[in-house]
Antibody, heavy 124, light 111 residues
């Protein structure tokens, strides 16, 4: 049974860099994309980006200039850094496993295993 | 700003059938497969339907998904009190070099 355990700083000041890590236990690390998703208080879900075991990344264009997702295959971990945070970055941040297939031009991607979430608050 | 539009709320009495719509465009639902997630209060989302109409192991067959053109639907038949949750559709969007997009979310209330 694959489990994701995530951790990181929960309280940041404006302009600081958010840093979260997600560890994968009990399953294969290769063959999947690994994603970060966030949810502001009382709002919907927003995809931040993803990485695979080879280090190939995709980012949400709205956050791309501030986001870096990296991978450490020796530890089965992947990490998120979001720079220059503001109050608008206050959210619960989730990591998730994202199986992805391409058949012709049709992309199937979904998040089937999720971490419990980390609440990140940005406040001066 | 979500690119997939859902009704903000839906409701039904126990045993009823509830349907949630998800409207997108040619670059997302029209091109790729649709997934649905259920989020109970205070918990992480859970995958409910993937690849338009496939249920992961353990998801009751009361939940079903369908897709037509640039829209998709989630149906909950035999509504139960434990189905009260937020539901999100999602798909890969081919625009802007590609991104994963979620719907606006629908709160289902069991009356």
């Amino acid at each position: 049974q694959v489990q994701l355990q995530q951790w990181g700083a929960g309280l940041l000041k404006p302009s600081e860099t958010l840093s979260l890590t997600c560890a994968v236990y009990g399953g294969s690390f290769s063959g999947y994309y690994w994603s970060w998703i966030r949810q502001p208080p009382g709002k919907g879900l927003e995809w931040i980006g993803e990485i695979n075991h080879s280090g190939s990344t995709n980012y949400n264009p709205s956050l791309k200039s501030r986001v870096t997702i990296s991978v450490d295959t020796s530890k089965n971990q992947f990490s998120l850094k979001l720079s220059s945070v503001t109050a608008a970055d206050t959210a619960v941040y989730y990591c998730a496993r994202a199986p992805s297939t391409v058949r012709g031009v049709i992309i199937t991607k979904y998040m089937d295993v999720w971490g419990k979430g980390t609440t990140v608050t940005v406040s001066s | 700003q979500s690119v997939l539009t859902q009704p903000p709320s839906a409701s039904g009495t126990p045993g009823q059938r509830v349907t949630i719509s998800c409207s997108g465009s040619s670059s997302n639902i029209g091109s790729n497969t649709v997934n649905w997630y259920q989020q109970l209060p205070g918990t992480a989302p859970k995958l409910l339907i993937y690849s338009n109409n496939q249920r992961p192991s353990g998801v009751p067959d009361r939940f079903s998904g369908s897709k037509s053109g640039t829209s998709a639907s989630l149906a909950i038949s035999g509504l139960q009190s434990e189905d009260e949750a937020d539901y999100y559709c999602a798909a890969w969007d081919d625009s802007l070099n590609g991104r994963y997009v979620f719907g606006t979310g629908t709160k289902v209330t069991v009356l």
